[in-house]
C-alpha cells in the first residue's frame, strides 16, 4: 500500500501521500479540514478572490482515495466545509459529487469550528477518540484543526504529527493554510514523536530532527 505505515496508541494505521490516515483494522478512511466552499467563503466575506476550482479538485482527491483503498467506513474530522453557508452555496454538481461520495460506505462526520452543525462532537472507536482538535490529557485522539506543517530541504509540507497521546492530520483540503510543527501549540501536544510530511510520497522525520 502507498504510504508510511506506523503504530500509535497500539493500532497500525498508514499515512498517505495525500493526507488522508487509513486504519486498516478498522477499514476506515479518515480525513480532516476539507474545507469545501473557501473560495466562495472568502468572496462572501471581502477577502482575496481565489480561482473556485478547491473544491472539484479536494473532491476528486477523495474519489481517488476512496477508489484505492475501499474503505468499508469514512471519517471526517471537521471543518468539511469552510464553514456552513459555504457547504449551501456548493454548486450542483460539487453538492451532488460529495454526497454520492460520503454515501458509498458507512460515514462518520465530526463538526469542526468552521461547520458547526455538519455533525457529531466526536467518535470513540476501538479505544481511540476521533475529533476536530486534540483535546490535551483526554487521549489517545486522531484530530485535525491545525493545518500542520513541516520544512525539509527548505520547502514547506503538510504533515502529519504523530506523538505519544495525540495523531494530528494535515489539512486534506486545497488552499488551506497551516501551521509550523514547531509552533508552542502542537509543541505542547505532540512533544516528541515523527512528522509524516506529505507530497509525492508520505516521508517520515523525527520531530527531534525537525526541530
Not at 56 to 80: F, S, V, Y
Request: with cysteine.
Amino acid at each position: 500500500m502507498n504510504g508510511y505505515a506506523f503504530n500509535f496508541a497500539g493500532q497500525r494505521f498508514v499515512a498517505r501521500p495525500s493526507g488522508a490516515l487509513y486504519w486498516p483494522t478498522e477499514e476506515m478512511l479518515i480525513l480532516s479540514d476539507l474545507h469545501l466552499g473557501k473560495s466562495e467563503r472568502m468572496a462572501r466575506r471581502g477577502g482575496a478572490l481565489l480561482p473556485p476550482f478547491e473544491t472539484r479538485e479536494t473532491l476528486a482527491c477523495l474519489a481517488a482515495e476512496l477508489h484505492a483503498l475501499r474503505p468499508a467506513r469514512l471519517a471526517l474530522l471537521g471543518d468539511i466545509f469552510d464553514d456552513d453557508a459555504a457547504g449551501i452555496a456548493l454548486p450542483v454538481e460539487e453538492r451532488a459529487l460529495f454526497a454520492s461520495l460520503i454515501a458509498a460506505q458507512e460515514t462518520f462526520l465530526v463538526s469542526g469550528n468552521h461547520d458547526l452543525l455538519t455533525g457529531a462532537e466526536a467518535l470513540h472507536r476501538a479505544g481511540l477518540w476521533l475529533r476536530h482538535i486534540a483535546a490535551a490529557g483526554q487521549g489517545p485522539d486522531i484530530s485535525g484543526h491545525y493545518h500542520p506543517k513541516a520544512r525539509v530541504a527548505g520547502r514547506s509540507r503538510a504533515a502529519f504529527l504523530v506523538g505519544t497521546d495525540h495523531l494530528i492530520l494535515p489539512a486534506f483540503g486545497h488552499y488551506t493554510g497551516g501551521l509550523r510543527h514547531d509552533h508552542a501549540v502542537l509543541q505542547g501536544l505532540v512533544p516528541t514523536g515523527i512528522a509524516i510530511l506529505t507530497g509525492r510520497r508520505a516521508l517520515a522525520v523525527p520531530l527531534s530532527v525537525a526541530r
